[in-house]
Nanobody, 115 residues
Framework: VQLVESGGGLVQPGGSLRLSCVAS????????MSWARQVPGKGLEWVSGFYTDGRTYYADTAKGRFTISRDNAKNTLYLQMNSLKAEDTAVYYC??????????WGQGTQVTVSS
Protein backbone atom coordinates (compact mmCIF):
# COMPACT_ATOMS: atom_id res chain seq x y z
CA VAL A 1 0.00 0.00 0.00
CA GLN A 2 1.27 3.42 -0.90
CA LEU A 3 -0.41 6.78 -0.40
CA VAL A 4 1.27 9.92 -1.71
CA GLU A 5 -0.20 13.29 -0.80
CA SER A 6 0.49 16.58 -2.53
CA GLY A 7 -0.99 20.03 -2.84
CA GLY A 8 -0.17 21.54 0.52
CA GLY A 9 1.47 24.89 0.92
CA LEU A 10 1.17 28.40 2.29
CA VAL A 11 -2.08 30.21 1.66
CA GLN A 12 -3.64 33.40 3.01
CA PRO A 13 -6.77 33.30 5.14
CA GLY A 14 -9.79 32.98 2.89
CA GLY A 15 -7.80 31.21 0.21
CA SER A 16 -8.15 27.74 -1.25
CA LEU A 17 -6.06 24.64 -1.73
CA ARG A 18 -6.71 21.25 -3.27
CA LEU A 19 -4.98 18.28 -1.77
CA SER A 20 -4.42 15.10 -3.77
CA CYS A 21 -3.59 11.58 -2.68
CA VAL A 22 -2.46 9.03 -5.23
CA ALA A 23 -3.03 5.49 -4.03
CA SER A 24 -1.53 2.18 -5.10
CA UNK A 25 -1.26 -1.38 -3.91
CA UNK A 26 -4.94 -2.01 -3.21
CA UNK A 27 -8.35 -1.76 -4.88
CA UNK A 28 -8.89 1.95 -4.55
CA UNK A 29 -12.36 2.15 -6.10
CA UNK A 30 -14.07 0.16 -3.35
CA UNK A 31 -12.02 1.33 -0.42
CA UNK A 32 -12.79 3.50 2.56
CA MET A 33 -10.63 6.58 2.17
CA SER A 34 -10.25 9.57 4.44
CA TRP A 35 -8.40 12.77 5.15
CA ALA A 36 -7.14 13.54 8.63
CA ARG A 37 -5.03 16.34 10.01
CA GLN A 38 -2.75 16.89 12.94
CA VAL A 39 -1.36 19.95 14.63
CA PRO A 40 1.87 19.38 16.60
CA GLY A 41 0.99 18.75 20.22
CA LYS A 42 -2.67 18.09 19.45
CA GLY A 43 -4.64 15.01 18.60
CA LEU A 44 -5.52 13.70 15.20
CA GLU A 45 -8.71 15.07 13.66
CA TRP A 46 -10.62 13.14 11.04
CA VAL A 47 -11.59 15.80 8.52
CA SER A 48 -13.53 13.99 5.82
CA GLY A 49 -13.89 10.62 4.19
CA PHE A 50 -15.71 8.13 2.05
CA TYR A 51 -17.39 5.07 3.49
CA THR A 52 -17.28 1.92 1.37
CA ASP A 53 -20.89 2.51 0.28
CA GLY A 54 -19.91 5.86 -1.19
CA ARG A 55 -21.38 8.05 1.51
CA THR A 56 -19.21 10.90 2.71
CA TYR A 57 -18.69 12.46 6.08
CA TYR A 58 -17.22 15.74 7.24
CA ALA A 59 -16.03 17.03 10.56
CA ASP A 60 -18.02 19.99 11.80
CA THR A 61 -14.92 22.12 11.28
CA ALA A 62 -14.92 21.19 7.58
CA LYS A 63 -18.61 21.30 6.69
CA GLY A 64 -19.48 23.90 4.12
CA ARG A 65 -15.86 24.69 3.32
CA PHE A 66 -14.19 21.41 2.34
CA THR A 67 -15.26 18.96 -0.36
CA ILE A 68 -13.93 15.44 -0.68
CA SER A 69 -13.93 13.68 -4.03
CA ARG A 70 -12.27 10.78 -5.75
CA ASP A 71 -11.28 9.75 -9.26
CA ASN A 72 -11.27 5.97 -9.31
CA ALA A 73 -9.77 5.89 -12.81
CA LYS A 74 -6.74 7.75 -11.46
CA ASN A 75 -6.69 6.10 -8.02
CA THR A 76 -6.73 9.57 -6.55
CA LEU A 77 -8.47 11.11 -3.58
CA TYR A 78 -8.94 14.87 -3.36
CA LEU A 79 -9.79 17.42 -0.72
CA GLN A 80 -10.86 20.83 -1.95
CA MET A 81 -10.46 23.33 0.87
CA ASN A 82 -12.03 26.76 0.55
CA SER A 83 -12.33 29.73 2.92
CA LEU A 84 -9.28 28.54 4.78
CA LYS A 85 -8.65 29.76 8.30
CA ALA A 86 -5.56 29.93 10.46
CA GLU A 87 -6.94 27.07 12.50
CA ASP A 88 -6.83 24.84 9.43
CA THR A 89 -3.04 24.91 9.63
CA ALA A 90 -1.90 21.32 10.09
CA VAL A 91 -0.27 18.35 8.43
CA TYR A 92 -2.91 16.65 6.33
CA TYR A 93 -2.81 12.88 5.87
CA CYS A 94 -4.52 10.57 3.47
CA UNK A 95 -5.69 7.33 5.06
CA UNK A 96 -6.93 3.98 3.84
CA UNK A 97 -8.66 1.52 6.14
CA UNK A 98 -8.38 -2.05 4.94
CA UNK A 99 -10.87 -4.87 5.44
CA UNK A 100 -9.41 -5.88 8.80
CA UNK A 101 -9.41 -2.36 10.16
CA UNK A 102 -5.77 -1.48 9.69
CA UNK A 103 -5.24 2.15 8.78
CA UNK A 104 -2.54 2.96 6.27
CA TRP A 105 -1.17 6.50 6.15
CA GLY A 106 0.53 8.69 3.62
CA GLN A 107 3.52 10.82 4.52
CA GLY A 108 1.43 13.95 4.96
CA THR A 109 1.40 17.37 3.38
CA GLN A 110 1.75 20.61 5.30
CA VAL A 111 -0.96 23.23 5.00
CA THR A 112 -0.19 26.63 6.48
CA VAL A 113 -2.80 29.38 6.53
CA SER A 114 -1.23 32.70 7.35
CA SER A 115 -1.10 36.27 6.16
Amino acid sequence: VQLVESGGGLVQPGGSLRLSCVASGFTFSSSQMSWARQVPGKGLEWVSGFYTDGRTYYADTAKGRFTISRDNAKNTLYLQMNSLKAEDTAVYYCAYEDLVGRINWGQGTQVTVSS
